[in-house]
């Protein structure tokens, strides 16, 4: 099941968007804020965003430049606005799709079918084609065959600790929370016990940095979470 994010301050708009849609085996997840819509997408994993432009507390333009630093998740644009400059500037900073509303369910449907389609087609081909090596520094993980290497040599980690590694890899400018670290690992909620936490960025710790009481790779950011390190 595909999982949406619908990203619409109108009220009745996002009702009858989400139960036309939830109906056709999609499930989606309604906000009605810019920064409440960054807080789930920061949070969860989807397929596709539906983003109005005309959002209080951050407008959906300044919620895509944001996403678009470390994410390539499909969006469609939903709005008013129909001029072709609107449309140039939405699909110029990153959107797959714009839709003008009002727009019909049959339409919006057959858009996101299409967007999907297609990005899930490039994803496939993107696998088949070119190796997934995502490196920073000494460290090399071969995303493929759930290989770490520093300096060449294989490291042995354990699945929990693969996708600590793997979740700042992927992330090389993010501060991570615990929640969020919980959250991606774990795949559950989060209820305030850091122990489980502590324990395996401990050992991940001690497999990769060349002194895990000065940390290089994954260093603590104290009072929120984690990060990558930074090198030159």
């Known amino acids: 099941m595909e999982r949406l994010l619908l990203v619409e301050d109108d009220v009745a708009i996002s009702d009858m968007v989400r139960t036309y849609l939830t109906k056709e085996g999609f499930k989606v997840d309604p906000v009605f804020t810019g920064k409440e819509a960054i807080q789930r997408f920061e949070n969860d994993s989807y397929d596709l965003v539906l983003l109005d432009l005309m959002l ?51 339409e919006l449907l057959a858009r996101v079918k299409a967007v999907i389609r297609r990005s ?21 993980m071969d995303v ?3 290989i770490v290497k520093k300096s060449g040599h294989e490291i042995s980690l354990t699945s929990k600790e693969w996708k600590i590694l793997k979740l700042f890899f992927e992330n090389p400018k993010k501060v991570m929370t615990k929640e969020q670290i919980y959250h991606s690992v774990w795949d ?45």
Do not use: C
């Open 56 to 106: 209080p507390e951050m407008s959906g333009m300044d919620f895509l430049q944001v996403i678009r630093q470390n994410s390539f998740v499909p969006v469609i644009i939903m709005s008013a606005k129909d001029g072709e400059a609107d449309k140039a500037v939405g699909l110029g900073f990153g959107a797959d799709d714009y839709i003008t509303k009002p727009f019909s369910m049959i």
């Open 120 to 140: 899930t087609q490039y994803k496939a081909t993107t696998h088949q084609e070119v190796p997934v090596l995502i490196t920073i520094h000494d460290l090399q």
């Open 144 to 146: 493929d065959n759930f």
């Open 188 to 232: 559950d909620h989060y209820y305030g016990d850091d122990h489980v936490i502590n324990v395996h960025m401990s050992r991940l710790r001690e497999k990769i940095e060349d002194d895990p009481a000065k940390p290089l790779y994954i260093k603590t950011v104290w009072g929120i979470g984690y990060k990558l390190g930074e090198f030159k």
